[in-house]
């Protein structure tokens, strides 16, 4: 099932900053969510990663780091965005959780750590 249907972007006054400014989040109407699996796909520096972080954050996603979406310093400006999006649910779900590549290589890396620790005693 399709949890979340659309995401339609509210007009934008501030529209020549950060992350206002980024191409996909200019470009951005509306999004369909049609399939159970979406791609994001494009060059660096288009928005990918500032629209899924700004999705995340206008969720409020459990995140797999050390931060929550509401309080990570670095996703300040993506819960400015955030609140331009409304968001259409089919069926409004807590499930799921927000997993960026930097999260993911930290937690790798602690573990790694942990191993090192428990044999080195």
């Not at 249907?5 to 951005?28: G, H, M, T, Y």
């Not at 995340?56 to 995140?63: E, L, P």
Request: proline share 3%; with cysteine.
């Amino acid at each position: 099932m399709i949890h979340l249907r659309s995401i339609q972007k509210k007009e934008i006054r501030e529209a020549d900053v950060f992350p206002f400014n980024v191409p996909v989040i200019r470009a951005l109407h509306e999004i369909e969510f049609r399939a159970p699996v979406t791609f994001f796909v494009g060059e660096n520096g288009s928005g990918k990663s500032t629209l899924l972080e700004t999705i995340a954050c206008a969720i409020g996603s459990v995140t797999v780091g050390s931060q929550s979406v509401n309080t990570d310093p670095s996703l300040e400006q993506m819960r400015k965005l955030a609140q331009y999006l409304r968001l259409v649910w089919t069926k409004r779900t807590l499930k799921g959780f927000f997993l960026r590549a930097e999260d993911f290589l930290a937690t790798q890396n602690r573990s790694r750590k942990l191993v090192r620790n428990s044999k080195a005693t």
